[in-house]
T-cell receptor, first 111, second 116 residues
């Protein structure tokens, strides 16, 4: 079945360090892929999306993601993490018109 | 309204009772989704409405779950004979629809359901 998977349930990084959150997809055709963030007490917010064109997409809050067809991946990156980035991050893919989410990766940021 | 509105924000019920959760999508959005988020779990797709098409119910976990969308706007998710495992946050989202598949979803704040 078409899906997205996030292999890491929980990641801890130091403030100021770089970040990469993994997302793998299994779709036959070029998928539409998204990253959402859910901060404590907040609703889900779109960080960025990919549907065609440049494989490196820029999002809000300094995040970017790269679509790699050869690796079936759409990993989220940020060069320098801030304490306010602590949240749960969800990768999602468009399947038959509906958005299917990965299991999420919880990010903790230590001082 | 300005965003997706869900009510109630919290619902505590007894096992075996029926509950109704309401979602008001953003005006003009033709697509409406229900998801469930359990503690330590990801976002589980439940049901998807797109315009006047038949809803995609493939994510509903059992026949105790049903949803309606009246007039292409407000949606109600009904859970009959609630069980403790139904305890979760139920999230509603809306978008401009499948015609533009890259369209982002706007989420409500969710309804926290607790079944005692």
């Amino acid at each position: 079945a078409q899906s997205v998977t996030q292999p890491d349930i929980h990641i801890t990084v130091s403030e100021g360090a770089s970040l990469e959150l993994r997302c793998n997809y299994s779709y036959g055709a070029t998928p539409y892929l998204f990253w959402y963030v859910q901060s404590p007490g907040q609703g889900l917010q779109l960080l960025l999306k990919y549907f065609s064109g440049d494989t490196l997409v820029q999002g809000i809050k300094g995040f970017e993601a790269e679509f790699k067809r050869s690796q079936s991946s759409f990993n989220l990156r940020k060069p320098s993490v801030h304490w306010s980035d602590a949240a749960e991050y969800f990768c999602a893919g468009n399947q038959g018109g509906k958005l299917i989410f990965g299991q999420g990766t919880e990010l903790s940021v230590k001082p | 309204g300005a965003g997706v509105s869900q009510s109630p924000s919290n619902k505590v019920t007894e096992k075996g009772k029926d509950v109704e959760l309401r979602c008001d999508p953003i005006s003009g959005h033709t697509a409406l989704y229900w998801y469930r988020q359990s503690l330590g779990q990801g976002l589980e797709f439940l049901i998807y409405f797109q315009g006047n098409s038949a809803p995609d119910k493939s994510g509903l976990p059992s026949d105790r779950f049903s949803a309606e969308r009246t007039g292409g706007s407000v949606s109600t998710l009904t859970i009959q004979r609630t069980q403790q495992e139904d305890s979760a946050v139920y999230l509603c989202a809306s978008s401009f629809g499948v015609a533009r598949r890259e369209e982002k979803l706007f989420f409500g704040s969710g309804t926290q359901l607790s079944v005692l």
